[in-house]
Antibody, heavy 117, light 106 residues
Framework: QLQLQESGPGLVKPSETLSLTCTVSGDSINNSSFYWGWIRQPPGKGLEWVGSIYYSGNTYYNPSLKSRVTISVDTSKNQFSLRLTSVTAADTAVYYC?????????WGQGTLVTVSS | DIQMTQSPSTLSASVGDRVTITCRASQSISNWLAWYQQKPGKVPKLLIY???NLEDGVPSRFSGSGSGTEFTLTISSLQPDDFATYYC????????FGQGTKVEIK
């Protein structure tokens, strides 16, 4: 059974860097059939795709966030990670990791990251 | 960038009603469209992929149609478990979600 689990700080200060990791179990992140992605949802608002990565390291970012986002993969740990720099209150959201083909078919439970001093 | 616009933003309906949600793409996306259901505090659930294909385990009262720039999600007879927010998502060029449609009790 595929499972994804987000981990990382729940509180980040403005102007600092948000860092999250998604640990995948039940499937290899090297599986060439899939991408692995991050989606976020501000409180009370809709879903926003942040970016996705292929096991080879090819990355795809939301153009509106591209200048601040880096997604990387660690195949030895079966993990992929998100870094978002220069955060503001507008980056406060539940961050989900998900397995991606053309749809997001398996999701982590999500982790709330609050940007506040 | 491809923008996805859903209508209405909120829909009030009763159990047993037929419900239709529309999603429009800013440019043609062929049939590269999915629909998700999300309940408060829960993870989004994939309902439909490639515009009209039902994901395994999704009740047959859900159906999707459309191609190009206009798509619909229909619930043929609304059930109590269906009160939720629904999102469309395109995957013709990267991935983009619509803003969501909340289906609430009338």
């Amino acid at each position: 059974q595929l499972q994804l689990q987000e981990s990382g700080p729940g509180l980040v200060k403005p102007s600092e860097t948000l860092s999250l990791t998604c640990t995948v179990s039940g499937d290899s992140i090297n599986n060439s059939s899939f991408y692995w992605g991050w989606i976020r949802q501000p409180p009370g608002k809709g879903l926003e795709w942040v970016g996705s990565i292929y096991y080879s390291g090819n990355t795809y970012y939301n153009p509106s966030l591209k200048s601040r986002v880096t997604i990387s993969v660690d195949t030895s740990k079966n993990q992929f990670s998100l870094r978002l720099t220069s955060v503001t209150a507008a980056d406060t959201a539940v961050y989900y990791c998900a397995r991606t083909t053309v749809t997001f078919d398996y999701w982590g439970q999500g982790t709330l990251v609050t940007v506040s001093s | 960038d491809i923008q996805m616009t859903q209508s209405p933003s909120t829909l009030s309906a009763s159990v047993g009603d037929r419900v239709t949600i529309t999603c429009r793409a800013s440019q043609s996306i062929s049939n590269w469209l999915a629909w998700y259901q999300q309940k408060p505090g829960k993870v989004p659930k994939l309902l439909i992929y490639r515009a009209s294909n039902l994901e395994d385990g999704v009740p047959s009262r859900f159906s999707g149609s459309g191609s190009g720039t206009e798509f619909t999600l229909t619930i043929s007879s609304l059930q109590p478990d269906d009160f939720a927010t629904y999102y469309c998502q395109q995957y013709n060029s990267y991935w983009t979600f619509g803003q969501g449609t909340k289906v609430e009790i009338k």
